[in-house]
Each structure stands twice: as C-alpha cells, then as structure tokens.
C-alpha cells in the first residue's frame, strides 16, 4: 500500500515561488517513478513533470519547462516540485502520483498511486 501526502501549497502572488513537497510510503517507493500533476479549475489533470527512479531522467510538459524542477530524495522517500515564476495559469491542485515501474510514463493510467493534493493559486 503506497501512500502519498503533498505539501507547500498557497497563494502566491505573479513572479514568486513556491515548492511543494511530496511524502511517501509503502513498499518499492523508491524504485518507482514520479511524477506531479495538476488539474486547474473546470479542466482536466494534466501531467506537469515527471523523475525516474534513480532520478537520471525527467520531463517537463512545456508550460513550466525553465520555472519548475522536480527532485527526489529516496533517502528521505520525498518528491519535490521547486515552482519559480508563478503566473496566475499555474493555479490548479498539483497531486503528486507513483509509477508502476523505475521509468517514468506521461500516461495518467501508468500512476496508480495519487495523493490528495494541495492547492496552488497564483494571482495577478
């Protein structure tokens, strides 16, 4: 039974930062891949970045490639998401979600494991 619990979210004004953390557990956490989505208001989830296992591979969808970095700590079983230069289009509940596998997938069904997320609301 894996079990996900996301942090860091708030209110954020346009340019800030924020960074959301993600903490694990279960069994083989730490052989899975990770990866944070994020649904906004009246839209579908969307996945937002992505690590693999040993963290030697990651991806960004285009929207945040250059503001947002994902990082995992195995030691710690915790999963980041360091979001610098908030615009008010980042606003959504972000979820983080582990693979069935080391490699990461940017198909939604290939995470079958999701937390309940927390909310981030960038304003103007």
């Known amino acids: 039974q894996v079990q996900l619990v996301e942090s860091g979210g708030g209110l954020v004004e346009a340019g800030g930062s924020l960074t959301l953390s993600c903490a694990a557990s279960?069994?083989?956490?730490?052989?899975?891949?990770m990866g944070w989505f994020r649904r906004p208001p009246g839209k579908a989830s969307e996945l937002v970045a992505a690590i693999n296992s040993n963290a030697d591979n990651s991806y960004y969808t285009d929207a945040v490639k250059g503001r947002f970095t994902i990082t995992r700590d195995n030691d710690l079983n915790t999963l980041y998401l360091e979001m610098n230069d908030l615009k008010p289009e980042d606003t959504a509940l972000y979820s983080c979600?582990?693979?069935?596998?080391?490699?990461?997938?940017?198909?939604?069904?290939?995470?079958?494991?999701w937390g309940q997320g927390t909310q981030v609301t960038g304003t103007a």
């Open positions: 279960g069994d083989g956490i730490c052989v899975s891949a």
């Open positions: 979600a582990s693979g069935q596998g080391p490699l990461f997938s940017l198909a939604p069904h290939s995470y079958p494991n």
